[in-house]
């Protein structure tokens, strides 16, 4: 978004609210239950504040990659495995290594592994929200 120093990249801040725009239809949309999942946004894009952050490391996975949640009508995801040992997936976007590059000092080399949904927090999700849905009907 920065190529330098407090100045704003026009084609990238254009994209940012297109995303942002396609955001809002998704978590505005007509649906009972509602869970956006979105990495931590820049505050120059003014997504509303998330209503719950997780962490893998809280689902039984070795890693530390903060996902923020959106969520409608659903509770927080409640962790079901702390670990206390781990490792970041991926690097705060600082210094020469950029995330998600072969470079990149985290565990995701790429693009495909660093948008990646971990399998604790999917499986918390199914049990956790289905189970919150069926108590409801």
Not at 83 to 91: A, C
Not at 111 to 117: A, F, G, H
């Amino acid at each position: 978004m920065y190529p330098k120093a407090g100045v704003v990249n026009p084609e990238r801040l254009r994209l940012a609210m297109e995303a942002k725009d396609f955001f809002f239809k998704c978590y505005n949309a007509k649906c009972n239950y509602i869970a956006v999942e979105n990495p931590r946004p820049m505050a120059i894009v003014g997504l509303p504040h998330p209503s719950d952050k997780v962490e893998p490391h809280d689902f039984g996975e070795p890693f530390s990659k903060a996902t923020y949640l959106w969520l409608k009508n659903l509770p927080p995801l409640m962790p079901t495995c702390f670990l206390s040992s781990w490792q970041t997936y991926l690097p705060s976007n600082t210094g020469g290594a950029k995330r998600g590059q072969k470079h990149s000092r985290g565990v995701a080399k790429n693009q495909k592994e660093s948008s990646k949904t971990f399998a604790g927090i999917a499986a918390a999700m199914a049990a956790q929200w289905s189970s919150f849905i069926e108590s409801a009907l």
